[in-house]
């Protein structure tokens, strides 16, 4: 198989690093202390969750909820939900009983999908019903036999529910209630998740032990990439791994994607100039993904955009020479276009440098844009 994964885990064979966060956040867990884990999106947060459940699966009970594709109060009541029933918990048997009751508990209505999960539906008519479903989850768990860990992934999306401050307040007591579950809270939008745990006025300030993941160290990734391609008996040269890491800021997904896409050729590219030859084939494709993105931004923020794209990091956005080439004429202006691209996440900030979030987005801007 193809060591370079674009989804999911599946071991920690082909999980690259992260020694030290996992290190943090397994001591945090078996020590009762939740966790608050922040990463921009695609750089293998969710992995890193899955790799945390695989080291402590044979202690913990590990439920993973996605709150991604949630808007409101009964989406995540349903997901949290889900999880459980999906989980180890109810893996034997013997359990069938206990989810019977589980079910009748939180007024759902069970089903069995084409790919032969099982899944509920919540139906609730009220606030403090869906709190009260919520509750019934936690003493459930609360009363396994074994310790248990919920993720929520993506748990800035409760934000941006109509009922946000309630629920925050309403699982920040069920928190403090229950022992014998522990809690990662996962998020990708910064000012979201620290409004959320540092702010003084907020249910969760400083509840939680925060981590941020930061980019691999390049030297492990690099040994990490040289190393499956010799057990996949592929030889591949030091200066194009090397060229690979820097062409993608070090953000994994466009890593892994890469490093995917050279593995798979029949013949591995022997320079840089042969891997631009593949590689710009493989961009022309995403023309799919990014014909519409001029419509979706106003001329200027797309006019930066493709500015920043050329230079692939940019430090003075206000300088003459960057204004000139994303063709804006005042600081002021050129200052909002850059708040309003960090919102719609087309930009973000690493240090004191701006880049492009879509890396591949990057490239297809200054090669065919």
Same mark, same amino acid.
């Given at each position: 198989m193809n060591p370079f994964l674009l989804k999911g885990y599946i071991s920690p064979q082909y999980f690259c690093d992260r020694e030290k966060e996992s290190d943090k956040i397994i001591n945090s867990i078996r020590n009762q202390q939740d966790i608050t884990l922040f990463a921009i999106r695609r750089t293998g947060k969710s992995a890193l969750i899955f790799h945390i459940f695989n080291h402590l699966k044979e202690s913990y009970d590990c439920l993973y909820v996605d709150l991604w594709g949630t808007t409101s109060?009964?989406?995540?009541?349903?997901?949290?939900?889900?999880?459980?029933?999906?989980? =180890?918990?109810?893996? %034997?048997?013997?359990?069938?009983?206990?989810l019977t009751d589980f079910i009748r508990a939180i007024g759902a209505s069970l089903s069995i999908g084409n790919d032969g999960k099982p899944s509920v539906d919540i139906i609730y008519h009220d606030r403090n019903q869906v709190f009260n479903r919520l509750e019934e989850i936690f003493q459930f768990l609360e009363g396994n036999s074994s310790q248990v860990i919920i993720a929520f992934d993506e748990f800035q999306k409760i934000k941006k529910y109509t009922d946000s401050m309630p629920l925050e307040a309403k699982l920040r007591s069920l928190v403090q209630k229950y022992h014998n579950i522990r809690f990662i809270f996962s998020g990708s939008e910064q000012h979201l998740?620290?409004? @959320?745990?540092?702010?003084?006025?907020?249910?969760?300030y400083q509840s939680t032990r925060i981590i941020e993941l930061k980019k691999i160290d390049t030297s492990h990734y690099h040994?990490?990439?040289?190393?499956?391609? +010799? &057990?996949?008996? %592929? $030889? @591949?040269?030091? !200066?194009?791994?090397? +060229? *690979?890491? !820097?062409?993608?800021?070090?953000? !994994?997904?466009?890593?892994?994607a890469i490093c995917n896409l050279i593995y798979s050729q029949e013949k591995i590219p022997d320079t840089i100039d042969e891997f631009e030859e593949i590689y710009l084939d493989?961009? $022309?494709? %995403?023309?799919?993904?990014? &014909?519409?993105?001029?419509?979706?931004?106003?001329?200027?923020?797309?006019?930066? =955009?493709?500015?920043? $794209?050329?230079?692939? %990091?940019v430090e003075g956005v206000t300088t003459r020479e960057f204004m000139a080439k994303a063709e @804006?004429?005042?600081?002021? !202006?050129?200052?909002?276009?850059?708040? $309003?691209?960090?919102?719609?996440? *087309?930009?973000?900030?690493?240090?004191?440098?701006?880049?492009?979030?879509?890396?591949?987005?990057? +490239?297809?801007l200054r090669y065919f844009g």
């Open positions: 109060l009964s989406g995540f009541i349903n997901e949290a939900a889900n999880a459980v029933i999906q989980s =180890t918990i109810f893996s %034997k048997r013997s359990f069938s009983k206990k998740i620290s409004d @959320i745990f540092s702010s003084i006025d907020r249910p969760f040994q990490f990439i040289m190393k499956h391609f +010799h &057990a996949g008996n %592929k $030889a @591949i040269s030091d !200066t194009l791994v090397s +060229h *690979v890491l !820097t062409l993608c800021h070090g953000h !994994t997904y466009y890593i892994q493989f961009i $022309a494709e %995403k023309q799919v993904f990014y &014909a519409e993105l001029p419509h979706r931004l106003t001329r200027h923020q797309f006019s930066t =955009t493709k500015a920043i $794209a050329s230079f692939g %990091k @804006i004429g005042s600081p002021g !202006t050129m200052q909002a276009v850059i708040k $309003a691209l960090k919102e719609k996440q *087309v930009i973000i900030k690493e240090g004191v440098a701006y880049r492009l979030y879509d890396v591949f987005l990057e +490239h297809y």
